[in-house]
């Protein structure tokens, strides 16, 4: 187990040439986002996603989120994307929007329980972006126990994983602690399932119809609850809804199950 203090240049350095090469070894790495701490994983390797579950303690019912290093990664792993997407996109992201979309069906990758969907989001953290640009999408949620607050710092994380985790990359408190706000597009009208960073007229001023939704969304909370992880965010982990019909958005990612719960948020 190694932690990297990412405030020091050489040691960001070092650190991320160490995360990616746990990461490829299928190794976890956990890292900074700009909402709460994430606990990754290459997402195209199965065990490296089943040892992340393993390591918070939750099943293949609540799926990590996916985060990427550019917007345009999104038509790479999902299919059917709205044109109203692609304009949240392109004002939230890098940010803390995790959109629940439909998974290219392609993909050579096993999240969990997905249903054939993907939560995706694109944080907005100078050292969790120059990890992903070299290792490409990452399965991350929340760096928590489940059921427990999502980590703000890399010292709760390791708190929590010891060395179960090989790599941490300590950028100092985690953006604003609060998980990103989870927007499902999978189904005929846009549904935001967790309200987080991001409100709702905020949304609504880039897809009007989100005005018009009157669901009950679950609000983002420090630990698992109703729509996804903290993290996703892709997944808080919070919140999380445990249907396993998407994807989790989890908060380093915040959770939503989609299994629900960002992406980090």
């Not at 990297?4 to 990461?23: F, H, I, K, T």
Request: hydrophobic residues 45%.
């Amino acid at each position: 187990m190694s932690v990297y203090d990412c405030q020091n240049p050489e040691e960001r350095s070092a650190g991320l040439d160490e995360a990616v090469n746990a990461l490829g070894r299928g190794a976890l790495a956990v890292i900074p986002t700009d909402t709460v701490y994430g606990i990754a994983a290459d997402a195209f390797d199965p065990r490296a996603v089943a040892a992340l579950l393993a390591t918070k303690g939750r099943g293949r019912q609540m799926p990590p989120p996916v985060l990427v290093g550019s917007p345009e990664t999104l038509d790479g792993l999902a299919t059917e994307v709205p044109g109203v997407v692609r304009d949240l996109v392109k004002a939230f992201w890098p940010g803390p929007l995790t959109i629940i979309c439909l998974a290219q069906p392609s993909l050579a990758w096993d999240l969990g329980d997905t249903d054939g969907t993907v939560a995706l989001r694109m944080p907005a953290d100078e050292t969790a972006l120059a990890l992903l640009r070299r290792t490409g999408p990452l399965a991350v949620s929340s760096a928590n126990l489940s059921g427990q607050p999502s980590a703000t710092t890399a010292a709760q994380a390791v708190a929590y994983f010891g060395d179960k985790v090989a790599v941490y990359l300590d950028a100092g408190h985690a953006g604003g602690g609060v998980a990103s706000t989870i927007v499902d597009a999978t189904a005929e009208r846009l549904t935001i399932l967790r309200q987080g960073a991001l409100s709702r007229a905020e949304l609504a001023a880039v897809a009007p119809e989100l005005a018009e939704d009157e669901a009950a969304e679950q609000p983002a909370a420090d630990g698992e609850a109703a729509s996804g992880d903290g993290v996703g965010g892709s997944a808080a982990e919070p919140a999380a809804s445990e249907s396993a019909s998407r994807p989790a958005a989890d908060d380093a990612a915040a959770e939503v199950p989609t299994g629900e719960g960002d992406a980090p948020r």
